[in-house]
């Protein structure tokens, strides 16, 4: 009987350890669509380019996140009250997280007058000396959190424009509400779609 039941048993979480890495690979490879997982009853289009937008209006609240930087300060999205909140979900390990970083560093230069602050959350780094050293190379000038496991993205709400994949990113209008997300690596061009409708916004 042994010999029966041990396939029941080790085949489904070898498929679930075969699936969770593939879908961790194909996060981290930039190719993700942009269609989001969430409910029927979502009111966010998708674009060709990757980009989900949610109109003014039906917007839902982004979570307040908090917790500390990559140098262990204090740091809440509490503090951003007002602005236009940028949120990147990066790992120093994920090459398309490289691709992107210099397009986010010149943009949060471009947008910061504009009310623009841009925030990372860094995640799968179990030690903050990568990610401190991936700052230092491409010049990151806006903190970001240490999210060693993962958390910071199960905190939105389900059938929301959430972060999933590595890298992704969500823009938060003035109101504190969800308004874009990138399930991709962005460029300036892409990133300016996203922030200069919202800047636009009164």
């Not at 917007?59 to 917790?67: E, F, H, N, Q, T």
């Not at 460029?187 to 009164?202: F, R, T, Y």
Request: glycine share 12%; charged share 20%.
């Amino acid at each position: 009987m042994s010999l029966i039941r041990a396939p029941r048993v080790t085949l489904p979480a070898i498929g679930v350890a075969v699936l969770a890495a593939a879908l961790t690979l194909s996060a981290c490879s930039g190719g993700t669509t942009g269609k989001s997982g969430g409910g029927g009853d979502t009111n966010f289009v998708a674009s060709n380019g990757g980009i989900s937008t949610v109109a003014k209006g039906k917007r839902v609240d982004a979570p307040v996140l908090s917790g500390k930087d990559l140098s262990g300060k204090p740091l809440s999205l509490a503090d951003y009250k007002g602005k236009i909140i940028v949120l990147n979900l990066w790992g120093s390990w994920c090459a398309p997280c490289r691709a992107e970083a210099p397009y986010l560093t010149k943009v949060a230069k471009e947008t910061k007058s504009k009310g623009v602050e841009f925030v990372g959350i860094n995640t799968r780094d179990p030690q903050t000396g990568p990610a401190l050293a991936f700052e230092k190379e491409f010049q990151v000038g806006y903190p970001s959190f240490h999210d060693p496991s993962g958390k910071m993205g199960l905190k939105f709400p389900k059938g929301s424009l959430s972060l999933q994949g590595i890298p992704s990113t969500v823009v938060v209008d003035r109101d504190g509400k969800i308004a874009a997300r990138a399930l991709t690596a962005l460029d300036d061009k892409q990133l300016h779609s996203m922030i200069d409708p919202l800047v636009a916004e009164k």
